[in-house]
């Protein structure tokens, strides 16, 4: 064979392997891609099925040691109620059920920080004047509310409102029920007795807390999201993760109506 056959022979060789190396790169990241975006849905799903599989009295309770801790506090305690209220809302997945819904088809940083601010000053208005002010309203009735407003975002992300015809000021019903899911932080922590001296300080280091444990919470749903949004399987999953989490919001409404009603109306 002479020399020019066997130099092209050679370049062919090494153009089909460099071909078939490509050609498995290119499988291997496409398999990473559906994998990681399987996972992403996988994790925003199971938050919205907790709605199902977690008694609604946890959404957003405080109890055990921490609810100790609380009633034998005397004098401002300022650290172990910010870490109370960080974790509060960290593990109050009603909350972060309703954040999930807000956020869900908001792509530019500027609208989440909005409803985000929105949605933060209606619940730190309402959890220091509930508590303050010691306005007392039923827990019961405050939370099937809170649900109910998960099941309004996941509706209006749907557009069932746009098909019925009717518009509604996404800014105002988030600020509004953001006063709502207030009344429900603040109806916890008056069950628990809280003792005037130092009320002022310790009231504030919780909703700080919660305001801290928000931003740890929504950083993560936000980034998730967006990993998501860049994947085909958001486009196939979106209309199935909004009718999971209206129907997670009827659950946690139906729970706590039903034991407002075994409760005596209390």
Same mark, same amino acid.
């Given at each position: 064979m002479r020399?020019g056959e066997?130099?092209?022979?050679?370049?062919?060789?090494?153009?089909?392997?460099?071909?078939?190396?490509v050609?498995?790169?290119r499988?291997s990241?496409?398999? !990473?891609?559906?994998v990681?975006?399987?996972?992403?849905?996988g994790?925003?799903?199971?938050?919205? =099925?907790?709605g199902?599989?977690?008694?609604?009295?946890?959404?957003?309770? +405080?109890?055990g040691?921490?609810?100790?801790?609380? %009633? %034998? $506090?005397?004098?401002p305690d300022?650290l172990?109620?910010?870490?109370?209220? =960080?974790?509060?809302?960290v $593990?109050?997945?009603?909350h972060?059920?309703?954040?999930v819904?807000v956020?869900?088809f908001?792509?530019r940083?500027?609208?989440?920080?909005?409803?985000?601010?929105? *949605?933060?000053?209606?619940?730190? $208005?309402?959890?220091?004047?509930?508590v303050?002010?010691?306005?007392?309203?039923s827990?019961?009735?405050?939370?099937?509310?809170?649900?109910?407003?998960v099941?309004?975002? %996941?509706?209006?992300?749907l557009?069932? *409102?746009?098909?019925?015809g009717?518009? +509604?000021?996404?800014?105002? /019903?988030? /600020?509004?029920?953001?006063?709502?899911h207030?009344?429900?932080? /603040? $109806?916890k922590l008056?069950?628990?007795?809280?003792n005037?001296?130092?009320?002022?300080?310790?009231?504030?280091? *919780?909703n700080?807390?919660?305001?801290?444990?928000?931003?740890?919470?929504?950083?993560?749903?936000?980034? =998730?999201?967006? =990993?998501?949004?860049?994947t085909?399987? *958001?486009?196939r999953?979106?209309?199935?993760a909004?009718?999971?989490?209206f129907?997670?919001g009827v659950?946690?409404a139906g !729970?706590?109506?039903?034991?407002?009603?075994? %409760?005596?109306?209390?």
């Amino acid at each position: 064979m002479r020399e020019g056959e066997v130099l092209a022979s050679r370049a062919r060789l090494r153009k089909r392997s460099r071909n078939r190396l490509v050609r498995m790169m290119r499988g291997s990241a496409t398999k !990473e891609a559906m994998v990681k975006s399987q996972h992403i849905a996988g994790l925003i799903l199971l938050l919205m =099925a907790a709605g199902f599989a977690a008694p609604a009295a946890l959404a957003h309770a +405080i109890g055990g040691t921490d609810a100790a801790f609380v %009633a %034998a $506090t005397h004098g401002p305690d300022p650290l172990p109620f910010l870490y109370l209220g =960080a974790k509060h809302m960290v $593990t109050g997945y009603d909350h972060l059920l309703f954040l999930v819904g807000v956020i869900f088809f908001l792509h530019r940083f500027r609208d989440v920080l909005l409803y985000v601010t929105l *949605f933060s000053l209606g619940h730190s $208005t309402t959890l220091l004047a509930g508590v303050l002010l010691d306005i007392n309203v039923s827990s019961h009735l405050v939370d099937a509310v809170i649900g109910l407003s998960v099941s309004y975002k %996941a509706f209006e992300n749907l557009g069932g *409102f746009r098909a019925m015809g009717v518009s +509604i000021d996404n800014r105002a /019903a988030v /600020a509004g029920f953001g006063l709502i899911h207030g009344f429900g932080l /603040a $109806t916890k922590l008056q069950d628990l007795g809280l003792n005037p001296d130092g009320l002022l300080v310790n009231l504030v280091s *919780f909703n700080v807390g919660v305001e801290i444990g928000q931003l740890i919470a929504l950083t993560l749903i936000v980034a =998730a999201i967006a =990993a998501w949004r860049r994947t085909e399987s *958001f486009g196939r999953l979106a209309v199935a993760a909004n009718a999971l989490l209206f129907l997670a919001g009827v659950v946690l409404a139906g !729970e706590q109506l039903a034991g407002y009603f075994l %409760a005596g109306g209390e």
